[in-house]
């Protein structure tokens, strides 16, 4: 049989320039790369037909007596025997086969070798023959027009590691006997070693062989996320990860990570695996059987599915139990990062804020006021003979007459208003859409709380205290920032405490 020539098309070189240039060089060096020959080449030709009939196949294959005698050994297998005649000629063969085997046949007559059964090759065609299988099922389901690309698709997507273990035999020994990686851990290995994956250098190999595009795409494609609203990039793509669980030495639990991880995603695809899982066995041991491939011994299905689903629900349990767990400290740090916060916005004597939190707070009122050209008030009290107070009575009964005047001042403003000590006997009220005229009736509830009520007692005596204040209004004048209102209100402030103190002064009235 003559092998089909290396194709001159754009797709061909566009994936070698993908190679690194030591791989491609070596990939073309090593003669006994897998190759198709032009027989079957016609045979993927009419798999590509949406209504390909079986006697479409057998005309074809019918001209190759070498694959002709092999379709209808296969045919004649304990398998296929359903009636005392055998087959005879290649009608009769893929007409006993139908297209899945046919095609299976075809595949392996060109690319499966005795000499290739090798700890690598083994498993690589165990997983294709098992993804092709259950890529099959999946297209019936969501694109039987397209059954056969699907179906040859899935069982070339791993061609790439054979190309790869026969351009470099010694480092493919080393990476493809470690058991215990998973096939994407391959992959990623495969990244590191040669600077691809095979899947791109399965593509490749697909393109050199004249393969059409849409074909080659899916190979290159065909372990990237099975997330995809395309049906038949998912029957592909979903074909490897299920045929991994399946040959899987712990079927149960690779099944109950499969369906968990499908479950968080999209449940559809959670119930297009069970309604294809009890079929699987019996088309991956027809089609292992086609390649004289052992397969790991037949399991119960159901048992399977149920104990996968079991795992998962436990899992699920486990996950929310740490969820919650996960979430009660999320709860708990979240309650000390705001108190820290509030904590460190607020001044300890008086619990009201403290001069920096008051100054972010005025920077971002006023440019909000200004920029939506809205009114903004600010309050600056002072209490009168303060010093005299500590001196007399001492510093304890003046911590008292601070703190008592920062809750007296919290009662009286409004919970948009905001409060705070601005240093020493300083205090601040911001004010924001309100006028000189609102503020200056809270000045005065303010003095009139004063004169009623005492803020310390010393030796069961009340004292009383009066206060200064200045108001500075937004609209009373031009201000070019918070700093020039605030030092506004203070000058109105220190006009009453020349006058004699214990009044209230508004900016420009």
């Not at 080659?216 to 609203?229: A, G, P, R, Y």
């Amino acid at each position: 049989m003559k092998s089909h020539p290396a194709p001159e098309q754009p797709l061909y070189h566009s994936l070698t320039d993908k190679l690194p240039h030591f791989l491609s060089r070596s990939l073309r060096k090593t003669a006994s790369l897998p190759s198709l020959p032009a027989v079957v080449m016609q045979v993927l030709e009419i798999a590509r037909a949406p209504n390909a009939s079986l006697k479409e196949y057998a005309g074809v294959i019918e001209h190759d007596p070498a694959l002709t005698a092999r379709l209808i050994a296969v045919a004649n297998t304990a398998h296929h025997v359903r009636s005392p005649n055998p087959a005879i000629t290649s009608l009769e063969a893929t007409q006993r086969l139908g297209t899945d085997a046919t095609l299976a046949t075809v595949l392996s007559f060109a690319l499966f070798k005795d000499e290739q059964t090798s700890d690598i090759a083994l498993p690589t065609w165990q997983r294709a023959i098992a993804s092709a299988a259950i890529a099959s099922q999946l297209a019936q389901k969501c694109c039987p027009e397209r059954l056969g690309q699907v179906f040859t698709a899935a069982l070339l997507q791993d061609i790439g590691i054979l190309a790869l273990q026969l351009a470099y035999p010694e480092e493919a020994a080393t990476l493809y006997t470690q058991r215990d990686l998973s096939h994407m851990e391959l992959a990623k290995e495969e990244r590191q070693r040669f600077g691809c994956d095979h899947t791109l250098i399965g593509a490749w190999l697909a393109a050199k062989w004249g393969l059409p595009e849409s074909l080659v795409q899916m190979i290159d494609e065909s372990h990237d996320t099975v997330f995809t609203d395309d049906p038949v990039a998912l029957c592909v793509r979903f074909s490897g990860p299920l045929a991994d669980a399946w040959l899987s030495p712990n079927a149960p639990q690779s099944f109950s990570t499969l369906l968990f991880e499908l479950s968080s995603a999209q449940s559809e695809h959670v119930a297009l695996l069970e309604s294809l899982f009890h079929r699987m066995h019996q088309q991956i041991e027809l089609l292992s059987d086609l390649l004289k491939l052992a397969v790991p011994l037949p399991i119960d299905s159901q048992a399977v599915l149920s104990e996968a689903k079991q795992l998962l629900f436990q899992h699920a349990l486990a996950i929310s139990a740490r969820l919650e767990a996960q979430q009660q400290r999320f709860h708990k740090l979240e309650q000390q990062h705001d108190a820290l916060l509030e904590h460190s916005r607020l001044d300890p004597l008086t619990q009201l804020a403290n001069r920096a939190w008051l100054e972010e707070q005025l920077k971002e009122r006023f440019a909000k006021c200004r920029q939506k050209k809205r009114t903004m008030s600010v309050v600056f009290i002072d209490l009168d003979h303060f010093k005299t107070l500590n001196d007399r009575y001492g510093h304890r009964v003046g911590d008292e007459v601070l703190q008592c005047f920062g809750k007296a001042l919290l009662a009286l403003v409004d919970a948009s208003d905001v409060a705070g000590r601005y240093g020493g006997e300083e205090f601040l009220i911001i004010m924001p859409d309100e006028t000189a005229q609102s503020a200056l009736r809270l000045a005065q509830r303010i003095m009139t709380l004063l004169e009623k009520e005492a803020m310390a007692y010393h030796d069961t005596k009340p004292l009383y205290i009066t206060v200064s204040i200045g108001i500075a209004c937004l609209s009373d004048g031009v201000f070019e920032s918070e700093h020039e209102l605030i030092a506004a209100a203070d000058q109105s402030m220190y006009y009453i405490k020349r006058s004699g103190r214990s009044g209230v002064s508004i900016y420009g009235q």
